[in-house]
């Protein structure tokens, strides 16, 4: 099948790969067909915008190509050797996102439409029975909006109380804040492991331990922005639920994952119901499926979670280490030659550890602008509220630009993006 494992490099790849470093290029970007192909008007494609969604390598096109041109069939249910292999095939996936996670309970990995979905999952399936009056779940002005609509929603139908943390000067989390906003009525501390707008990194063993000593209340971790771009080994952590995409991480869109604890999901209530998630139907009652099914009702994205089982491999082959030096390397960059940029503020930089999502105003020239002039030299970026307006609100801002990266984005992309930038400035002088 197709290209193209990171395979040990033969000689010639090895010269090619160091003339590329050289030229500050990536030597993973020839495994992503998109970037073998002019963009627009001929120039190449600057692909900023990883942290909403990632490009595919060439493997995992294959996995979803190969899957639906020769193996396809449905999970579960088959009496047949297709539907067998197809059910052992997708059950492997789920195996190899517990070892890519470093998740104990493989029965507690339910696969979701993606990380939104997953939160949703916790705040109907658990919130809506044990969430009463007078409780409060504990949130950040940093989190995604699918880290706080939900628990809105259960505000509305529990009457719950939602508290936020919020962050200092350098973006990060106020930790004795969220100390103080735990009492004995916190029932839930939701958290983003990563955030999608400052790159901030969160301390979650300490978040973990600060929770449990002052509190029974869960917790729960979003890895929508971290499960891509560093090691995560979840059973040195403590949590209670952790959620993911899929598509955030080089695999397909519309598939994710709630990762949890057995004892806590049997106890709870099924979040959808339908096809595949019970285990006796009478008139007025049902008995559930064992876990995780009793979670993943109807016909499964199969295609997407044998891709993500693609997508998985090839950053298992790369090794999540490289992903993060890469990164780390490449956000001092960026960040070195952005500040070079007149008139630019860029928004969190004292962080103890960030990652390479940097968002940034340019005086004067509103975001979208930026984003317009810059799609015209090739590089796509975001502009807006990143789906964070507590964070704008907060930073002051109705919108920012922003430039993610991810392990195909070189130090060239980066001066691609400063020139750019420089030019915009002229423009608007
Ligand atoms: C921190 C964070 N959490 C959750 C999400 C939601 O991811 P999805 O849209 O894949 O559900 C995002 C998406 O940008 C995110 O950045």
Known sequence: MGMSMPMPKGSSELEQAAEQEAA?????????????????????????????????????????????????ATVHRGAYELSSQVTDRFDQVRAKLAQFLGAP??????????????????????????????????????EHHSNIIPWQLMAHYRGIELRYVEIDQQGELKLD???????????????????????????????????????????????AQAAPHLPVNLTELEFDFYVLSAHKMLGPTGIGALISRSELLEKMQ?????????????????????????????TPHIAGVIGWGAALDYLTQVGMER?????LALTDYALARLS???????????????LGVISFELAGIH????????????????????????????LGVPATSRASFYLYNGRDDVDRLVNALMEAVEIFR
């Open 367 to 394: 975001p979208h602008d930026i984003a317009t002039i810059l799609d015209h030299h090739g590089v796509c970026i975001r502009a807006g509220h990143h789906c964070a307006q507590l964070l704008m609100k907060f």
């Open 24 to 72: 500050g290029e990536c030597s993973w970007r020839r495994d992503f067909p998109i970037f073998n192909q002019p963009y627009r008007d001929g120039i190449p494609l600057t692909y900023l915008d990883s942290a909403a969604t990632t490009q595919k390598p060439q493997v995992v096109i294959d996995a979803l190509s190969d899957f639906y041109s020769h193996t396809y």
């Open 105 to 142: 309970d493989e029965r507690a990995i339910v696969f979701t439409r993606n990380a939104t979905e997953a939160i949703n999952l916790v705040a109907y399936a658990w919130g809506l029975d044990n969430l009463s009056p007078g409780d409060n779940v504990v949130l950040t002005i940093m």
């Open 270 to 298: 099924p979040f959808n119901g339908g096809g595949s998630m019970i285990e006796r139907v009478e008139l007025d009652t049902a008995t559930w499926a064992e876990l995780p099914y009793k979670f993943e009702a109807g």
């Open 323 to 327: 992903v993060l030096d890469h990164e």
């Open 340 to 354: 070079q940029v007149p008139g630019i503020r860029i928004f969190g930089q004292g962080q103890k550890m960030r």
């Open 177 to 223: 804040q969220l100390a103080e906003l735990i009492d004995e009525h916190t029932r839930l501390v939701g958290v983003t492991h990563v955030s999608n707008v400052l790159g901030t990194v969160n301390p979650l063993p300490e978040i973990g331990r600060l929770v449990r000593e002052c509190s029974d209340a869960l917790i729960l971790f979003d890895g």
